[in-house]
């Protein structure tokens, strides 16, 4: 089934009945399908909220404005640099110094598809940070980069970044379409967050692209300032 009604999306991210697609249990401890069996976004009922839970704690000790301009000092030093600096700054934020190894990661994460590249970058990360900090990771490196990368497609000249990234989010949102499966029929169903965003029925609701309902994004306060600072300098210096 595809969604493309805003609210029919609404509905469905409402009603606990759906879940995100199952991944498997069996996976060698320490490699990328294991780590998805771990952490809350691919899980469900308890398990799920008390995984959430170890992230929201997690995330309550740190400040978004205080990663702003972290964001936009790091984006300055770079030269305009700017790919890898949300994750580093996130990074930093948690107590993992070095993030190199999140890119490898998180190129499988979403997707499950496995490869030795990924593999090695969650070893390393292993070594490095717990799962709460890892997930947060990953969750937020490709997202983030995304939805910079579709705001500097958008921007015109004296465009306020709050207002950019609102509209980027809402018509250019960085992850286009999300699944989930019917637990009472076995149906896969996807939502078309462009479509229903965009949906004229929707009237002012507000835009689907970090979730809604039972499992909305943990961090959205965070990404946004993660993305304008970087916006920041490299639009306004």
Aim: hydrophobic share 40%; net charge negative.
């Amino acid at each position: 089934m595809l969604i493309t009604r805003h609210a029919d999306a609404e509905a469905v991210l409402s009603d606990p009945r759906y879940v995100p697609p199952p991944v498997r249990q069996d996976a060698e401890e320490g490699t990328l399908a294991w780590l998805r069996a771990q952490v809350s976004r691919f899980s469900t009922g308890e398990t799920h909220a008390g995984r959430r839970r170890l992230l929201v704690e997690r995330l309550a000790a740190l400040d978004p404005a205080e990663l702003r301009p972290a964001a936009r000092a790091m984006t300055s030093e770079r030269d305009g640099d700017w790919r890898g600096v949300p994750t580093a700054v996130l990074g930093a934020a948690l107590g993992v110094k070095d993030t190199s190894a999140v890119p490898a990661a998180a190129a499988g994460y979403l997707s499950g598809e496995e490869s030795p590249e990924a593999d090695a970058a969650v070893a390393e990360l292993l070594k490095l940070a717990g799962i709460p900090e890892i997930t947060l990771l990953l969750q937020g490196h490709a997202a983030t980069e995304a939805l910079i990368e579709n705001a500097l497609r958008h921007v015109h000249p004296g465009d306020d970044i709050e207002t950019l990234l609102n509209e980027t989010l809402k018509q250019d949102p960085p992850l286009k379409a999300t699944r989930r499966l019917d637990t009472q029929t076995g149906e896969d169903v996807t939502i078309d967050l462009v479509a229903a965003n965009r949906d004229p029925s929707g009237g002012r609701s507000p835009h689907l692209t970090f979730g809604y309902g039972v499992r909305p994004c943990p961090a959205p306060a965070h990404a946004l300032a993660l993305a304008a600072g970087v916006l920041e300098a490299l639009l306004h210096g």
